[in-house]
C-alpha cells in the first residue's frame, strides 16, 4: 500500500530563508504525488503535483518540489519564505482512487 | 461562486444527537470524497463516490452514511454522535473516475463538529 512519511511536525524560519520540507513516500508502483496547503481555518489547496515527465515541478507561490527515485523522497521548496507562507503543508500519494495524506508540516514564519 | 461548499461550517452538539452536513461542487466533477482531520491534523479518507455510486467505504462506523442525491452532492449523516467524532470533516470532488491516479481534488473549507 502507498504511504507518505512527513518529517518534522514543525518547521520554523525567518521571513527570507529557504523553506524545506521533507516528504518520503513508499509505493509499489510509480507514484503520483502531490503537495497541498491549508491555511488557518480553510480547506486544503493544491500547490503542485508529480505524475510522470520533468521531476522538477513548479507550483504556486513560487514552491517547487523534486521527484527522487532513488531517495523516494518528493521535498518541497521555496527560495525566499514570506510571512503568507505560514500555514500546515501536507504531502500526499495517489492510491488509485484516492489521496493518501502524510501527518503534515507546521511551517512557521519569523519576522 | 464557491466550487466546493459545505454546511454548517460549525456544529457544536450533545452525545447522542444525529447530525448531517451537506456538500455541493459546481465543478461538473464525477467524484466526490468525504475525509475526516483530526485534532492533529490527521487527514483519512471515508468515503468516496463516483457518479452517485459508493467507490470507497474505508472502515467508518455505520452510525455514518453518506448519500450522494446526484453527482454535484454528497451529504454526510452521524448517527449517536460520540466524542471522538469531534474533527473537522472535509468534502472533496475530483474530475476523474476510478484507476486515474492523478485526480486532483477540490477541497471545501470544512466543517468544523464538536461533540459535547
Known amino acids: 500500500a502507498q504511504s507518505v512519511t512527513q518529517l518534522g511536525s514543525h518547521v520554523s524560519v525567518s521571513e527570507g530563508a529557504l523553506v524545506l520540507l521533507r516528504c518520503n513516500y513508499s509505493?509499489?508502483?510509480?507514484?503520483?504525488l502531490f503537495w497541498y496547503v491549508q491555511y488557518p481555518n480553510q480547506g486544503l489547496q493544491l500547490l503542485l503535483k508529480?505524475?510522470?515527465?520533468?521531476?522538477l515541478v513548479k507550483g504556486i507561490n513560487g514552491f517547487e518540489a523534486e521527484f527522487k527515485k532513488s531517495e523516494t523522497s518528493f521535498h518541497l521548496t521555496k527560495p525566499s519564505a514570506h510571512m503568507s507562507d505560514a500555514a500546515e503543508y501536507f504531502c500526499?500519494?495517489?492510491?488509485?482512487?484516492?489521496?493518501?495524506f502524510g501527518t503534515g508540516t507546521r511551517l512557521q514564519v519569523f519576522p | 461562486d464557491t466550487a466546493v461548499s459545505q454546511t454548517p461550517k460549525y456544529l457544536v452538539t450533545q452525545m447522542g444527537n444525529d447530525k448531517s452536513i451537506k456538500c455541493e461542487q459546481n465543478?461538473?466533477?464525477?467524484?466526490m470524497y468525504w475525509y475526516k482531520q483530526d485534532s492533529k491534523k490527521f487527514l483519512k479518507i471515508m468515503f468516496s463516490?463516483?457518479?452517485?455510486?459508493?467507490?470507497i467505504n474505508e472502515t467508518v462506523p455505520n452510525r455514518f452514511s453518506p448519500k450522494s442525491p446526484d453527482k454535484a452532492h454528497l451529504n454526510l449523516h452521524i448517527n449517536s454522535l460520540e466524542l471522538g467524532d469531534s474533527a473537522v470533516y472535509f468534502c472533496?470532488?475530483?474530475?476523474?473516475?476510478?484507476?486515474?491516479?492523478?485526480?486532483?481534488?477540490?477541497f471545501g473549507a470544512g466543517s468544523r463538529l464538536t461533540v459535547l
Open positions: 508529480y505524475t510522470t515527465g520533468a521531476t
Open positions: 472533496a470532488s475530483s474530475r476523474n473516475t476510478q484507476g486515474s491516479g492523478a485526480n486532483v481534488l477540490t
Open positions: 500526499a500519494v495517489s492510491d488509485t482512487d484516492k489521496l493518501i
Open positions: 463516490y463516483n457518479n452517485k455510486e459508493l467507490i
Open positions: 465543478l461538473g466533477h464525477d467524484t
Open positions: 509505493s509499489s508502483v510509480p507514484p503520483y
